[in-house]
Every structure is written in C-alpha cells, then in structure tokens.
Nanobody, 116 residues
Framework: QVQLVESGGGLVQPGGSLRLSCAVS????????MGWYRQAPGKQRELVAS???????KYAHSVKGRFAISRDNAERTVYLQMNSLKPEDAAVYYC??????????WGQGTQVTVSS
C-alpha cells in the first residue's frame, strides 16, 4: 500500500517559517521524483517545487529564494522549508511522487495558513 503522509502545516504569521515533511512508504523511493504542490481556494493546484532522486531541484518563480525542497533517501522523506511566508502562500500543500510515464501518487494534504 502506497502512503504519502504530510505533516508540518499550521498557522504562521507573515514573514514566518514552516517546514513540511512527507513520509513515503510502499514505493521504491529512489525511483521517484518528489514534488510539493499547493492549492488555494478557487485556484488550480500548482507545482511549488520538485526534486529528483539525484537531487536536482525546480521551483515555481513565486517561491524561488524563499522555499527549499530536500529529500532524505535513506529516511524516504521529502521536506519543504518555507521561509519569509506571505499571505499568498496560504494553501493546502500536497506531496507528490512521480515516476514517468504513469506512476504518480498523492498525499492527503496539509493546510498552511499565513495570517497575522
């Protein structure tokens, strides 16, 4: 059974930081590119950041320089360090595992709220 379990969301003030974690089981972790997506109310789900098994990263323009994705292949966990959070970063954040062409799995999501 494939499981992606996110944690670390919550309420933070603008300018604050959060670290999201996604613990993965049931797949060969190293076969997958891991990503973090987010979806705000009324908006489409968007890619925030991704990291290949070799450590190559990509970021959405809106989070470059503020967010950092990393993975621990031994622990089968992917992280998203979010700094300098803005109200527009508020969303449900989802962990994704992708192995082209067709294997993809999602976590259940974790809420991030940025508000004073």
């Amino acid at each position: 059974q494939v499981q992606l379990v996110e944690s670390g969301g919550g309420l933070v003030q603008p300018g604050g930081s959060l670290r999201l974690s996604c613990a993965v089981s049931g797949i060969v972790f190293n076969d997958y590119t891991m990503g973090w997506y987010r979806q705000a109310p009324g908006k489409q789900r968007e890619l925030v950041a991704s990291i290949t098994s070799g450590g190559s990263t990509k970021y959405a323009h809106s989070v470059k320089g503020r967010f950092a994705i990393s993975r621990d292949n031994a622990e089968r966990t992917v992280y998203l360090q979010m700094n300098s959070l803005k109200p527009e970063d508020a969303a449900v954040y989802y962990c994704n595992a992708l192995a082209l062409p067709t294997r993809t799995y999602w976590g259940q999501g974790t809420q991030v709220t940025v508000s004073s």
